[in-house]
């Protein structure tokens, strides 16, 4: 078992950055892939990027490509997600999800372990 802990969120202005982390407890996040997802209010929770298990494959959703980055420290057992020039497009309560050998999927059935979210507003 693997608890998900999201931190980094915040209110930032259009165009300004965040980074959100994803710290894993209870075993190492070694091995597992690790997904980003988003929903916004009154929208279904959709991905946003992923990173495979042996972090040799990124994935994004093509509306953050070029300005989203998901990377991982397995010393501190954590999986960030560096968001630059955000958008207020880009509001959304924000988790993170594992799988273990996951390759990177971006649908949701295919993490077994999930956050409880981090709020992040982006004003105009």
């Known amino acids: ?17 965040l980074r959100l982390s994803c710290a894993a407890s209870g075993r190492t996040f070694s091995g597992y892939a690790v997904g980003w997802f988003r929903q916004a209010p009154g929208k279904e929770r959709e991905f946003v990027a992923a990173i495979s298990w042996n972090d040799r494959s990124t994935y994004y959703v093509d509306s953050v490509k070029g300005r989203f980055t998901i990377s ?10 560096q968001m630059n020039s955000l958008k207020p497009e880009d509001t959304a309560l924000y988790y ?29």
């Not at 991982?72 to 997600?81: F, I, Q």
């Not at 077994?112 to 992040?120: I, L």
């Open 96 to 124: 993170c999800a594992a799988e273990p050998w996951g390759l990177g999927s971006h649908g949701e059935s295919e993490y077994r372990y999930w956050g409880q979210g981090t709020q992040v507003t982006v004003s105009s």
């Open 72 to 81: 991982r420290d397995n010393a501190k057992n954590t999986v960030y997600l």
């Open 1 to 17: 078992q693997v608890q998900l802990v999201e931190s980094g969120g915040g209110l930032v202005q259009a165009g300004g950055s």
